[in-house]
């Protein structure tokens, strides 16, 4: 396989447009690798509560951001005026550790994220900070094409969505005290069996969940220029999906110096995708950093990872029908220094 076409794997090696896609099944959100150290996998969730907190939880099976790619779970919370609220822990010898393969059941150590007939369920325990939540979809489950942002037939890396947008309820305990919430979820679910690093040089992320219309893009960086750009994209109205694809463009229209790090972080994003019957353009304004995270990778390398809040503007067409949108939403940067 060319180098150029293991960046298109998503759709066999080229470019692809997918109305009202339906092949995702439970089992995409199955275990994808072995046992080992040596791959990575995690299930990620986001919670937008009607309280106005938002909180993010990841079980990494084994965590690609640290070498090794040790076990850990990670919970922030947002409260709507005050700083984040963050649990980071990592599964101690003799702790159960496993994720089944036909659908997604992952227990780490006492925390859990299963799918079950009513919909995920998540207990995250975490001493005074926890969840005990229900997520039921509003869109179907979904991945853009194959679900492999890269793969030379040997190795591999893999992203798909089973919860593109859904309904929460439940528990959040914060100080040891527990509070009834419901709102709106998110969940992704990755995994690799090579370090990123290697083929990528970094990427954007980000969802818009207006009332009508759900959008989801990423824009994957290679790391040597000229390789395709691997850019997987959703677009959902009124609990359909309406188009899959990976032609899409993602353009930082202005950005400034992190004065922490100094990398350059977005501070207006375009996304535009033109294609059969369907024309989306939208804008991410930043309006604050909520999370800053910089890894070590060993030989003096890092991960920095950026997390921000930001409003949205959009304007969609389809099929003719044209809508304007705006409100306001999580994205992120990831650079694979």
């Not at 984040?84 to 599964?91: F, R, T």
């Not at 306001?328 to 940067?333: C, G, K, N, P, Q």
Request: net charge negative.
């Amino acid at each position: 396989m060319s180098e150029h076409k293991a960046f298109l794997s998503l759709y066999d090696g080229k470019r692809g447009w997918d109305r009202h896609p339906n092949d995702y099944v439970p089992a995409d959100d199955g275990a994808h690798i072995q046992d080992s150290n040596d791959e990575w996998e995690w299930w990620y969730f986001d919670f937008s509560f009607d309280n106005g907190y938002k909180a993010v939880v990841t079980f990494h099976y084994h965590n690609m951001f640290l070498l090794p790619h040790v076990p850990t779970m990670q919970m922030f919370i947002y409260p709507p005026k005050a700083p984040p609220i963050v649990k980071m822990w990592a599964v101690r010898p003799g702790q159960e550790n496993s994720a089944a393969k036909d659908h997604c059941r992952v227990q780490m150590g006492n925390l859990l994220a299963e799918e079950t007939d009513s919909g995920y369920h998540l207990v995250m325990d975490m001493g005074n900070l926890g969840l005990d939540l229900t997520v039921k979809n509003d869109l179907p489950g979904w991945k853009a094409g194959s679900g492999l942002l890269w793969t030379d037939g040997t190795h591999q890396t893999g992203w798909v969505v089973p919860v593109p947008r859904g309904t929460v309820s439940g528990t959040l305990t914060l100080e040891g005290l527990p509070h009834p919430v419901s709102g709106m979820a998110y969940h992704d679910h990755n995994w690799g069996d090579f370090e990123l690093e290697e083929h990528f040089w970094g990427w954007y992320w980000g969802r818009i969940f207006d009332p009508n219309f759900t959008l989801i893009y990423g824009w994957v960086i290679p790391k040597e220029h000229g390789s395709p750009i691997v850019s997987p994209f959703l677009l959902g109205k009124d609990g359909e999906i309406i188009l899959g694809t990976d032609q899409i463009t993602v353009t930082i229209e202005e950005s400034r110096r992190d004065e922490q790090f100094g990398w350059e972080i977005p501070q207006r994003l375009r996304l535009t995708c033109r294609g059969e019957g369907i024309h989306v353009d939208g804008v991410l304004t930043t309006e604050r950093i909520v999370e800053t995270l910089r890894m070590p990778r060993g030989d003096e390398h890092f991960y920095h990872y950026y997390r921000f809040l930001a409003t949205y503007q959009a304007s969609i067409e389809i099929d003719g029908q044209k809508h304007e949108v705006a409100g306001e939403t999580l994205h992120e940067f990831m650079l694979l220094e």
